[in-house]
């Protein structure tokens, strides 16, 4: 009888399975339709970079707003800020109130340069602006403009108009509602990882999944919403009379103090000092045009 090369006695037990032969895979196709769907259904152009953007349609201006507040009082609750009449806070937020007036006409502007209408999203912000004591060179501002600055970031800064650039881009960040757009991230990272726990894979394949996605799309999207709040912070604060120039010594600054130990860019969320600092070089002169146009002590 001739031998089958193809087939198995039993003596030989089951085949063999190779590194994805445990996986269904029309779980996977299901997953990968169903992140289509949201990713597309959820896409609107953002008005301050003219481009498409997630951001999940379901999540109401409100909501976002009330997420932002909620996570704003559990920092100073424990992170305690200083006496709003200590004469840093009061500093801080006289930058602050200038930035944050200069927010229309920025958004407006931006807007026209891509053929578009301004949203005018943060009208609705309930603007608040604290400083707390702690050794971080550090800032933020959550949705719905809720603001603090560390005391750690003032001998980094070490000048007002620095200080502004900083503080435009936090404010940025809450602009371009990069954090709804990380909400929506969230949902497609958990559709994946459902996707992957259901169709068989096991936890090392599940690590170099998500691995994948993680270099291939969310650390790059992280460094995109980093460049994009550097624009559009250092329009606000040549718009608000601060002088831009001073973002380039900041950043270098910033980089002595980091130690030089940052992670190289491919794996970071934010881009390398280098590159920002190129970056913030090249809108140098649209950040001067803006102050021309838009700051009246300049006129």
Not at 2 to 20: A, C, E, I, V
Not at 53 to 65: F, G, K
Not at 125 to 154: D, H, R
Request: a neutral charge; aromatic letters at 8%; proline letters at 6%.
């Amino acid at each position: 009888m001739r031998n089958d090369p193809f087939s198995r006695s039993p003596q030989q037990g089951p085949p063999r399975r190779g590194l994805f032969g445990n996986i269904r895979w029309w779980v996977l196709l299901l997953a990968a339709g169903y992140a289509a769907f949201y990713w597309f259904s959820n896409r609107t152009v953002d008005p301050y970079t003219g481009e498409k953007v997630l951001i999940d349609s379901s999540l109401d201006a409100s909501e976002e707003r009330a997420l932002g507040l909620q996570a704003y009082q559990q920092i100073l609750a424990q992170e305690r800020p200083l006496d709003p009449n200590a004469q840093i806070s009061r500093d801080i937020r006289a930058i602050a109130q200038r930035l944050i007036a200069k927010v229309d006409v920025v958004e407006t502007a931006l807007a026209q340069e891509h053929g578009l209408q301004p949203a005018h999203f943060s009208r609705e912000f309930e603007w608040e602006v604290n400083v707390i004591p702690s050794e971080q060179a550090n800032a933020f501002c959550l949705p719905g403009g809720k603001m603090a600055v560390y005391t750690g970031l003032v001998p980094v800064a070490r000048t007002t108009d620095a200080m502004a650039v900083v503080m435009g881009h936090e404010i940025a960040h809450a602009l371009l509602r990069h954090g709804a757009q990380r909400m929506a991230q969230q949902k497609l990272t958990q559709i994946g990882q459902m996707a992957g726990a259901a169709s068989g894979m096991d936890a090392q394949q599940q690590q170099m999944m998500m691995s994948a996605m993680g270099y291939g799309y969310l650390l790059p999207y992280a460094r995109s919403h980093e460049t994009q709040a550097d624009e559009v912070g250092l329009m606000l604060a040549a718009a608000a009379c601060f002088d831009p120039r001073e973002a380039i010594p900041l950043w270098q600054r910033m980089g002595q103090a980091s130690g030089g130990q940052s992670p190289p860019e491919f794996s970071s969320t934010h881009p390398n000092p280098g590159t920002r600092i190129q970056n913030l070089q090249a809108l140098m002169p649209k950040a001067l045009e803006y102050r021309q146009k838009f700051c009246e002590q300049a006129q």
